[in-house]
């Protein structure tokens, strides 16, 4: 089992940036890879950006290439997504997700089986 809590998110205008983390417990944290994804009202939860265990592989979905970073310190459990340039479609709730697999970087959410509560980001025009 393996406990994740989002922290970061927040109100901000377009062009700006937030650095959401996710601290996790539990499980090994190091041997998982982890994931970021988000869900604005009525919509379907969507893959944001993964990364493996050792931080190497990283994958992210076409809409936020560029402006949004994924990271992690295996040292203080923690992942991180860096997003700069925001714009008002980033707004939704934003979800870390830890899979079973240490090396798998996944964009489907029903491939993760631990999640955290959600963090809100709003980005005003």
């Known amino acids: 089992q393996v406990q994740l809590v989002e922290s970061g998110g927040g109100l901000v205008q377009a062009g700006g940036s937030l650095r959401l983390s996710c601290a996790a417990s539990?499980?090994?944290?190091?041997?998982?890879?982890m994931g970021w994804f988000r869900q604005a009202p009525g919509t379907e939860r969507e893959f944001v950006a993964a990364i493996s265990w050792s931080g190497k592989n990283v994958y992210y979905a076409d809409s936020v290439k560029g402006r949004f970073s994924i990271s992690r310190d295996n040292a203080k459990n923690t992942v991180y997504l860096q997003m700069n340039s925001l714009k008002p479609e980033d707004t939704a709730v934003y979800y870390c997700a830890a899979h079973n697999s240490g090396v798998a970087v996944t964009t489907t959410p029903s491939e993760y089986p631990y999640w955290g509560q959600g963090t809100q980001v709003t980005v005003s025009s």
């Open positions: 539990g499980r090994t944290f190091s041997s998982s890879a």
